[in-house]
């Protein structure tokens, strides 16, 4: 399987590029972003690409793939929803469209989060967004699927690159295996390997959230 990754140097991306290279069937990694991940291994190749909206230049290297694992986001505080959608929408779909083009046969999985408001009705700014992302992106033509993670425990030395959930993560650190026990949580390393099953065999839904994700990571 040959795997194209978005957002790699994320708390969300750092796992699922670990799972990938850790995988036997897993042939290779494209990793795109802004920036590098820093990383050497055999099965990883990385194009650093400042603007995500624009592919024209790399799309002989994007074809030919057969999963899109896309990880890229922000936190929406302090955000304007113009921002906001640049960010998030924009960036989202110039990937989708261009992979959809060239292999439409792709699963292509995109990384939003609990309580995203596919009505795009809601008060949430950030929701309305992502539920409009979502929605134009299951609306292309190849296999899409949306991962709604809630709270997610980062393991093997990944840490967010968010400051206020680095805190977060702290303070509740007693608690996580509490939540894990309810159901409520899932990891970096669930989230990974529930990607590469959903590329392999499919997804019971066309939107999973953190029990259905830790159910096909079991």
């Not at 897993?26 to 972003?33: C, H, T």
């Not at 230049?57 to 994007?62: D, G, T």
């Not at 409520?184 to 259905?212: C, D, F, H, W, Y």
């Amino acid at each position: 399987m040959k795997v194209i990754l978005f957002g790699a140097t994320g708390m969300v991306g750092q796992g699922v590029l670990r799972e990938c290279l850790l995988a036997d069937d897993v042939e290779s990694v494209l990793a795109i972003g802004r920036s590098a991940t820093g990383q050497r291994h055999a099965k990883l190749r990385e194009i650093v690409q400042p603007d995500l909206t624009s592919y024209t230049a790399i799309e002989p290297e994007l074809a030919g793939h057969d999963a899109c694992f896309f990880c890229l986001g922000v936190s929406a505080a302090g955000m304007s929803e113009a921002d906001y959608t640049r960010v998030t929408y924009d960036v989202t779909l110039a990937a989708a469209q261009v992979l959809a083009r060239l292999s439409p046969a792709m699963t292509f999985i995109y990384v939003s989060g609990e309580g995203t408001d596919s009505t795009e009705q809601r008060r949430a700014m950030w929701a309305r967004v992502k539920g409009r992302t979502e929605n134009a992106v299951r609306s292309l033509p190849f296999r899409a699927v949306m991962f709604r993670p809630g709270l997610i425990r980062p393991l093997h030395g990944i840490r967010s690159k968010t400051r206020v959930y680095r805190i977060a993560y702290t303070l509740i650190w007693p608690l996580f295996p509490l939540l894990g026990a309810l159901g409520v949580l899932t990891t970096t390393e669930k989230v990974g390997r529930a990607m590469l099953r959903v590329a392999r065999s499919g997804a019971p839904s066309p939107i999973l959230g953190n029990r259905e994700i830790n159910q096909l990571a079991a």
